[in-house]
């Protein structure tokens, strides 16, 4: 039968420590200069506003379209969507007009300019201000709640250093994939929501595999330093954790590739995410809980030294 990984693999994970400290930090500082500087954009659902996704049955220029729109909303923004020309975007702020009715009346002005049997409406959302005020707070504490409960999980159902440990990777995956998302210019809404808490769920799991491992080795080999159980406890669910993020990488690439544009945003976070979470899970998540037990062999030795 093939093997992807031999059994008795040996890689030193834990004496790279110092490596991926250096790339998670510099990963971290990155994305979180990317939101400072570039800041996230907000979708409708987040900051009021109607969207309405058409799409015309022949060709159409989009400065016909934007004169189309003038008279019902001047502020309107229409940008190409997907592959397919002559599909569009139209994105109105929620201070550009009265949001009541304002996606019929767009719908009108489009009938008297181009014939209401030219175009189809693929989708029309309408969010007011304070809805979407209201939706993006409560999005930001799902995502962190999310976090320090899976972190409190594991520091109950383990010990604190594990739940420290996957506590800090988690926030360590949240903050890359919302940076990659600013980078790369996808809208933040609700689906990139779902995609986020979809990361940690996904992460933590990776992580309590490898966590249980680890215990369990402590118990059986109570005279091997803990970096050596860390260590043999990651190669030997190596294999598992390939073929994990292997096989769902392989969905969520076919999910981008033939899911169209309108998921596009959920399938790239998902991407970034389930790569970045298995990298932590071995790497951020585990070299923490070797550093707790070096701090504590530390302490005693520094109160000796000072006796």
Same mark, same amino acid.
């Given at each position: 039968m093939l093997q992807l990984i031999k059994p008795d693999v040996n890689i030193d994970f834990v004496g790279n420590r110092r490596y991926?400290?250096?790339?998670?930090?510099?990963?971290?500082?990155?994305?979180?200069?990317?939101?400072?500087?570039?800041g996230p954009r907000y979708g409708i659902d987040f900051v009021g506003g109607t969207l309405l996704h058409i799409r015309f049955h022949?060709?159409?220029?989009?400065?016909?379209?934007?004169?189309?729109?003038?008279?019902?909303a001047?502020?309107?923004?229409?940008?190409d969507f997907g592959t397919t020309k002559g599909e569009y975007l139209l994105r109105i702020p929620e201070s550009a007009a009265d949001l009541s009715g304002l996606g019929e009346k767009i719908k009108k002005e489009l009938d008297?300019?181009?014939?209401?049997?030219?175009y189809e409406v693929l989708r029309n959302e309408t969010v007011g201000p304070r809805v979407g005020k209201e939706l993006r707070q409560k999005a930001l504490l799902a995502v962190?709640?999310?976090?320090?409960?899976?972190?409190?999980?594991?520091?109950?159902?383990?010990?604190?250093?594990?739940?420290?440990g996957a506590a800090v990777a988690l926030l360590h995956d949240v903050i890359v994939a919302a940076g990659a998302l600013v980078i790369a210019n996808y809208e933040f809404d609700l689906t990139i929501v779902a995609a986020l808490l979809t990361i940690v769920g996904f992460s933590v799991h990776d992580t309590?595999?490898?966590?249980?491992?680890?215990?369990?080795?402590?118990?059986?080999?109570?005279?091997?330093? @803990? $970096?050596?159980?860390?260590?043999?406890?990651?190669?030997?669910?190596?294999?598992?954790?390939? %073929?994990?993020? #292997?096989?769902? +990488?392989?969905?969520? @690439? $076919?999910?981008?590739?033939?899911g169209g544009s309108v998921i596009h945003g959920f399938a790239f976070t %998902?991407?970034? #995410?389930?790569? +970045?979470?298995?990298y932590s899970s071995i790497f951020v998540a585990s070299p923490i809980v070797l550093a707790f037990e070096r701090s504590k062999s530390a302490a005693p030795r520094a109160q000796r030294a000072a006796s």
């Open positions: 991926a400290y250096i790339f998670s930090g510099v990963l971290t500082v990155l994305c979180l200069l990317a939101m400072a500087i570039l022949d060709p159409v220029e989009v400065s016909a379209v934007r004169n189309a729109l003038g008279n019902v001047g502020e309107a923004s229409v940008q008297a300019t181009f014939g209401a049997t030219s962190l709640f999310s976090t320090l409960m899976m972190g409190s999980y594991i520091a109950l159902r383990f010990e604190i250093r594990f739940g420290v309590v595999i490898v966590s249980d491992r680890i215990r369990e080795n402590m118990r059986k080999s109570r005279r091997l330093p @803990l $970096a050596t159980i860390i260590n043999q406890s990651i190669n030997e669910t190596l294999s598992r954790t390939v %073929l994990t993020t #292997g096989t769902a +990488i392989l969905v969520i @690439l $076919a999910l981008y590739l033939l %998902l991407l970034v #995410g389930f790569l +970045i979470g298995t």
